[in-house]
C-alpha cells in the first residue's frame, strides 16, 4: 500500500497557494480553496498589480478616498492605506464624504466613516447637499417623490464630490466602484443603446478632461470578495441600502449578473472586456465638454445638470430637469454675468461674484423660497 505523504487534518483541505494552512474559504473569483492569510495576500496584490498597471497614482499625489460608510468604500480606505505603507506610494489619503441628508440612512453611515477616520488616521472632510445646493435628498423626495429621486442624487453627488475634492486640494478621487458594479453599468448602458457611454464607465481613470479626475482602484475586485475580506477583517463599515433607491432596473441587471456568476464567475470580468472592446470599435462621440454658464462646473450643454435640476425644484417644477434638458438650456440668458431667465420664477436664482475663496467652481448660490 502507498503512503499517503499528504497531512491529515479530518478531511480538511489544503489552501491552494500555501498548500500549509487548512483552506478557509472558496474564492469567488477562481473558486480556489484558499486560507485566510493567503486570501488577503492575493486579495491586496491583485489591486496593487492594477493601481500599478495603470499607474492610478503618482508620489506625492493627495488623493480623496470617496467614502460613504459602505463595505466597497471602507475596504478601498484600508487597502489603500496598507498598500500606501507597504510599497511606499507616497501619497497623502483622505477621506471625502457627500452627507446626501438622508435621515435613517446617511446620518448613520457616515457616523460609521467618523470611526474610521480615527482607526486608520486618514483626515475626513465631509461636504452637504443642504450646503451646497439649498436642498437635503429627505426634502427632495418629499417634493418629488421616490420616483426619479436617484437622478437628482446621482448628479449632485458628481459634483459634491468634485466640489469637496476641490476644498481638499486633493490630485484624484478614489471610488469603491468594483468590477461587479461596472459590469451592470455595461449592460444597462447596452440595454438603454447608449454605447457612447460604454467608454466612460470602463475606463479606470475618468474625467481628466475635467476639474479633478477620478480613479477606480477596484476595476477588477469581485464585490463577493470585497465583503469576505471586509467580513474576515472585521472592518467598520454600514450596510444597509439607500432607502430611497427603488432603482428597478439596475436592480435586474445585478440579479441577472449574480446569476451568471454563480454558473460562470468569470462573466463579470468578460462583460467589462466586452464593454471595452465596444469602446474600441464605436465610432460614436460624446458630446464636447465645456462649461456651465451659471456655475462654471463643466457641462456638456449651455447649464449643467445640477444647475437645470435645481432651477426645477426651486421653481416648484421638480420635473423640468428630468430626461431632456433642452428647453431651459435655450432659455437661459446672460445679463452683466448673471443668469437671467425669461419667465418670472418662483424660487429666485441669485447670482454672485462672491466666490467662496475655498471653492473653485462656484460662483453662485441659489435661495429657496
Ligand atoms: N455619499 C458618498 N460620499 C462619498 N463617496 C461616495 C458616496 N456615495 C458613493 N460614494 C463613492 O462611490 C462609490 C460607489 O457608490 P455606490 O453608491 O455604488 O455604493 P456602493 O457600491 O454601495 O459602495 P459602498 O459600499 O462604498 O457604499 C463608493 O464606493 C464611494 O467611493
Redo the contacts with the bound molecule.
Keep these: 500500500m502507498e503512503a499517503d505523504s499528504k497531512p491529515k487534518k479530518s478531511g480538511a483541505r489544503l489552501c491552494c497557494v500555501c498548500n500549509q494552512n487548512r483552506a478557509a474559504l472558496k474564492r469567488p473569483k477562481t473558486l480556489e480553496q484558499i486560507c485566510r492569510e493567503c486570501f488577503y495576500a492575493v486579495f491586496e496584490e491583485e489591486i496593487h498589480q492594477v493601481i500599478l498597471e495603470n499607474q492610478l497614482f503618482k508620489p506625492g499625489d493627495r488623493i480623496a ?10 475596504v ?1 480606505a484600508y487597502v489603500l492605506s496598507e498598500l500606501n505603507r507597504r510599497h511606499n506610494y507616497g501619497l497623502d489619503l483622505f477621506l ?5 441628508g438622508i435621515t435613517g440612512y ?1 446620518d448613520d453611515s457616515l457616523e460609521t466613516v467618523k470611526r474610521n477616520e480615527l482607526q486608520y488616521g486618514l483626515p475626513l472632510k465631509i461636504v452637504s447637499y443642504k450646503d451646497l445646493y439649498g436642498w437635503t435628498m429627505d426634502e427632495i423626495v418629499k417634493m418629488i417623490g421616490l420616483k426619479n429621486n436617484c437622478t437628482f442624487c446621482g448628479v449632485f ?1 458628481r459634483q459634491a ?1 468634485d466640489r469637496g475634492a476641490a476644498l481638499l486640494k486633493v490630485d484624484k478621487v478614489a ?4 468590477a461587479d ?1 461596472i459590469a451592470e453599468t455595461v449592460l444597462l448602458n447596452i440595454l438603454r443603446g447608449d454605447i457612447a457611454r460604454l467608454s466612460r464607465c470602463t475606463s479606470i481613470i475618468t474625467g481628466e478632461d475635467g476639474p479633478i479626475p477620478r480613479c477606480k482602484p477596484f476595476k477588477c475586485t469581485y464585490e463577493k470578495e470585497i465583503v469576505m475580506y471586509a467580513y474576515f477583517k472585521k472592518l467598520d ?1 454600514f450596510s444597509t441600502e439607500c432607502i430611497y433607491s427603488p432603482n428597478a432596473y439596475r436592480g435586474f441587471a445585478r440579479e441577472f449578473i449574480k446569476d451568471l456568476e454563480r454558473i460562470r464567475p468569470r462573466a463579470i470580468l468578460d462583460i467589462i472586456k466586452s464593454g471595452e472592446d465596444f469602446r474600441i470599435s464605436t465610432t460614436t462621440k460624446m458630446p464636447e465638454q465645456g462649461t456651465c454658464e451659471r456655475c462654471g462646473y463643466i457641462s456638456s450643454q449651455k447649464w449643467c445638470k445640477a444647475c437645470v435640476l435645481l432651477e426645477g425644484l426651486n421653481r416648484g417644477l421638480p420635473k423640468l430637469g428630468i430626461g431632456r434638458t433642452q428647453g431651459l438650456n435655450s432659455d437661459a440668458k446672460i445679463s452683466n454675468g448673471m443668469v437671467i431667465q425669461e419667465e418670472s420664477v418662483q424660487g429666485q436664482l441669485f447670482c454672485t461674484n462672491q466666490v467662496n475663496p475655498e471653492d473653485q467652481f462656484f460662483g453662485f448660490y441659489i435661495c429657496k423660497k
Excluded: F, P
Excluded at 478616498?65 to 471602507?74: E, L
Excluded at 471625502?96 to 446626501?100: C, K, N, Q, W
Excluded at 471610488?175 to 468594483?178: D, K, L, P, V
Design positions: 478616498i470617496g467614502a460613504s460608510g459602505g463595505k466597497d468604500s471602507t478601498l471625502l464624504s457627500v452627507d446626501e446617511r453627488r464630490l471610488t469603491g466602484h468594483n458594479d463599515y
